[in-house]
């Protein structure tokens, strides 16, 4: 797929790799919707790129629909979808005084698993109801995930465990879709 004339989603595109990411698709004449939960950074950037921005939590069904509608909505399309939103923290699965928290470890796995799928199902759904291209192509999709899916360090279960999550579903949506 050509760069060029495409619409991206870019999850976590307010910051670091997704940033880099949204910056790159337009300096290469995307359209970029930058879908994140940092609102002023965020804005930003979409501005600076002459993109759209729209406030998201990757694991919010509605929050990921008005990602996706937006595309459609202000570029005609959608077919580039990037997923870069992801959260960190560094907890030993027994500390000092307590186990591991569980809604901290729950949080993790909900916005770097399930929000990468999230998305993809969403922006699937989208780009399989446009109209393929020259080649035949209705869209891509990027996850990224992380050396700590393999090789995760003390404190990252949590982390190794979404990004993990992330590794082992990308192979077999591929063949889904």
Known sequence: MQIKNSVFLV???ASGLGAASARMAADNGAKVVIADMQAEAGEKLAR?????????DVASEADGKAAVALALKEFGGLQVLVNCAGIALAERTLGKELPHDLGRFERVVKVNLIGTFNMIRLAADAMAKA??????????????ASVAAFDG??????????????VGMTLPIARDL
């Open 11 to 13: 999850t976590g595109g």
């Open 48 to 56: 600076e790129l002459g993109g759209r921005f729209a406030k998201t």
């Open 131 to 144: 109209v393929p291209n020259a080649s035949g192509e209705r869209g891509v999709i990027v996850n990224t």
């Open 153 to 166: 360090q003390i404190g990252q279960a949590a982390y190794s465990a979404s990004k993990g999550g992330v």
